[in-house]
C-alpha cells in the first residue's frame, strides 16, 4: 500500500510559479511511474505529466509542454511538479497518482494509487 500526500499549491497570480510537491510512503518507490492530473470545477480530471520511475522519461499534455516540468527524488521518495508561467486556465485540484512498473500509464485507471489533491488557483 501507497500513501500519497501532495503539498504546495496556493493562490498566485497569472505569470507566477509554483512547485508542487508528492511525497510517498513505501519501500518501493523506485518501480513506479508518477503522474500529475488536475481537475477543475465542474470537468473531467485529466492529464498533465508524467515520469518514469527512473525519471529518464517525461510525458506532458500538449497544454502544459514548455510551462510544466516534472521530476522526481528516489532517494526522497519525492515527485515534484515544476509550474511556471501559469494561467488562470490552470486553476484546479493537483493530484499525483503512482502506477506500479506502467511504462507508458496514460489513462486514470492505469493508476493505482492517488493522492487528496492540491489546489491551484491563478487569478487574472
Known amino acids: 500500500q501507497m500513501q500519497l500526500v501532495e503539498s504546495g499549491g496556493g493562490l498566485v497570480q497569472a505569470g507566477d510559479s509554483l512547485r508542487l510537491s508528492c511525497a510517498a510512503s513505501?519501500?518501493?518507490?523506485?518501480?513506479?511511474?508518477m503522474g500529475w492530473f488536475r481537475q477543475a470545477p465542474g470537468k473531467e480530471r485529466e492529464f498533465v505529466a508524467r515520469?518514469?520511475?527512473?525519471?529518464?522519461?517525461?510525458n506532458y499534455a500538449d497544454s502544459v509542454k514548455g510551462r510544466f516540468t516534472v521530476s522526481r527524488d528516489n532517494a526522497k521518495n519525492t515527485v515534484y511538479l515544476q509550474m511556471n508561467m501559469l494561467k488562470p486556465e490552470d486553476t484546479a485540484g493537483y493530484y499525483c497518482?503512482?502506477?506500479?512498473?506502467?511504462?507508458?500509464?496514460?489513462?486514470?485507471?492505469?493508476?493505482?494509487?492517488w493522492g487528496q489533491g492540491t489546489q491551484v488557483t491563478v487569478s487574472s
Open positions: 497518482a503512482a502506477a506500479f512498473r506502467r511504462l507508458t500509464p496514460t489513462s486514470i485507471g492505469d493508476y493505482d494509487y
Open positions: 513505501g519501500p518501493t518507490f523506485s518501480s513506479y511511474t
Open positions: 515520469i518514469s520511475w527512473s525519471g529518464g522519461r517525461t
